[in-house]
């Protein structure tokens, strides 16, 4: 069975190589679930963003 969720905000954050100004806005953003947060990576180097983090 799926959720039926209503998404009110999305949030569109685009990012490439800045994980910490990344995680930055992913921690000032409110943790409600109205809130829909997508993250556009633009083929950031695997080398300076751990993925598996985020």
């Known amino acids: 069975m799926t959720k039926n969720t209503s998404y009110h905000y999305s949030i569109i954050i685009p990012?490439?190589?800045?994980?910490?100004?990344?995680e930055r806005c992913l921690?000032?953003?409110p943790t409600w679930d109205e809130?829909?947060?997508?993250?556009?990576?633009?083929?950031?180097?695997?080398?300076?963003?751990?993925?598996?983090?985020f």
């Open 27 to 29: 921690c000032s953003i």
């Open 15 to 22: 990012h490439k190589n800045t994980p910490r100004l990344l």
């Open 35 to 53: 809130i829909q947060i997508i993250i556009i990576d633009d083929n950031s180097n695997s080398e300076s963003v751990d993925f598996y983090h």
